[in-house]
């Protein structure tokens, strides 16, 4: 049998992909649950904690709270949207990784200042602090 190794490379990489865009995903529904996750139901954030937070599967999840595979993967969806839906409305997150950019930015540039002048680096840190205040 003969493999195409262009083929093993293309499967491989969208393999990788797949996993950074899962990546992403936690990613995002952990922060989202982070901010509003006290809005949930105490059922709500159950399910969903461990289902997102620690990685049960829906099965194992259905099988510790006594419902179908199917409600929890419903649940799970309707929490998500949910989450979404006070994101889209409040946008804390989108906030909250502004500011923690502009911070990192000032971050960098106190880790490089030998390379700028006082007076540039004062002016750049003033400008993104600035930033900072108004997000607040």
Same mark, same amino acid.
């Given at each position: 049998?003969?493999?195409?190794?262009?083929?093993?490379?293309?499967?491989?990489?969208?393999?990788?992909?797949?996993? %950074?865009?899962d990546m992403d995903q936690v990613l995002k529904q952990s922060l989202l649950y982070d901010f509003y996750g006290?809005?949930?139901?105490?059922?709500?954030?159950?399910?969903?904690e461990e %289902? %997102?937070?620690?990685?049960?599967?829906?099965?194992?999840?259905?099988?510790?709270?006594? %419902?179908?595979?199917?409600g929890i993967h419903e649940l799970v969806k309707r929490c998500n949207?949910?989450?979404?839906?006070y994101e889209s409305r409040l946008h804390l997150v989108e906030r909250f990784l502004r500011i923690r950019a502009n911070v990192q930015q000032i971050q960098e540039l106190s880790a490089n200042c030998e390379s700028i002048s006082r007076e540039a680096l004062a002016k750049q840190v003033c400008e993104i602090s600035e930033k900072i205040l108004e997000e607040l």
């Open positions: 049998m003969t493999v195409n190794r262009k083929y093993l490379t293309v499967f491989f990489f969208s393999c990788m992909i797949a996993k %950074v865009i006290e809005l949930l139901t105490e059922h709500q954030r159950s399910v969903y %289902v %997102v937070q620690n990685d049960l599967s829906y099965s194992e999840a259905a099988e510790m709270f006594g %419902v179908s595979r199917q949207r949910i989450l979404e839906d």
